[in-house]
T-cell receptor, first 111, second 114 residues
Framework: SQTIHQWPATLVQPVGSPLSLECTVE??????LYWYRQAAGRGLQLLFY??????ISSEVPQNLSASRPQDRQFILSSKKLLLSDSGFYLC??????????FGPGTRLTVL | KQEVTQIPAALSVPEGENLVLNCSFT??????LQWFRQDPGKGLTSLLL?????REQTSGRLNASLDKSSGRSTLYIAASQPGDSATYLC?????????????FGKGTLLTVNP
């Protein structure tokens, strides 16, 4: 069966510090992968998606970036965090018929 | 641009009641529609997926319907239980060039009281 992991589970970082969030998927190959952010009082916002290694599409201009160095690994990064980057970050993979399955999420607080 | 709206934003019901959650979307050219459940501080759990060619899907006490032409979906929960308390999210995958991306509503916060 397929499983999706995210780490860390929680993170508190100062403004201006770098960020690296990791997502890995097991039990499937060449999945479409997604990064979403859920901010307080707002809906889920798609940040990036990837249809294959090295292929990244960005949905929202911001100071975040994403990379897919391996088939089942998706990384979200920033060189300098802003207060507005705080939120709940969710990774997802898509199965048959684009049914999406989500990881447990990372709670990021930027102080 | 696809927009998804969920009504009501919050709902509180006594245990055992049947209830309906509503979802509407502005562009009827969808590939599928998915209902999720989110518990506080947790990720999303997929409940039901309805393909654009389908009218409904059922899983246990849950039934989701889709009327693509009118841009509406409903999630029916039968005999609600306190364990059903959570936020329920509706999301659509648009067809065509944006085939891979989900657009989410803001959710309905359901509280089932014992």
């Amino acid at each position: 069966s397929q499983t999706i992991h995210q780490w860390p589970a929680t993170l508190v970082q100062p403004v201006g510090s770098p960020l690296s969030l990791e997502c890995t998927v097991e039990g499937t190959s060449n999945p479409n992968l997604y990064w979403y952010r859920q901010a307080a009082g707002r809906g889920l916002q798609l940040l990036f998606y990837s249809v294959g290694i090295g292929q990244i599409s960005s949905e929202v201009p911001q100071n975040l970036s994403a990379s897919r160095p391996q088939d089942r690994q998706f990384i979200l990064s920033s060189k300098k965090l802003l207060l507005s980057d705080s939120g709940f970050y969710l990774c997802a993979w898509a199965g048959v018929n684009n049914e999406q399955f989500f990881g447990p999420g990372t709670r990021l607080t930027v102080l | 641009k696809q927009e998804v709206t969920q009504i009501p934003a919050a709902l509180s019901v006594p245990e055992g009641e049947n209830l309906v959650l509503n979802c509407s979307f502005t562009d009827s050219a969808i590939y599928n529609l998915q209902w999720f459940r989110q518990d506080p501080g947790k990720g999303l759990t997929s409940l039901l997926l309805i393909q654009s060619s389908q009218r409904e899907q059922t899983s246990g006490r849950l039934n989701a319907s889709l009327d693509k032409s009118s841009g509406r979906s409903t999630l029916y929960i039968a005999a609600s239980q306190p364990g059903d308390s959570a936020t329920y999210l509706c999301a659509v995958t648009s067809s065509g060039g944006s085939n891979y991306k989900l657009t989410f509503g803001k959710g309905t916060l359901l509280t089932v009281n014992p």
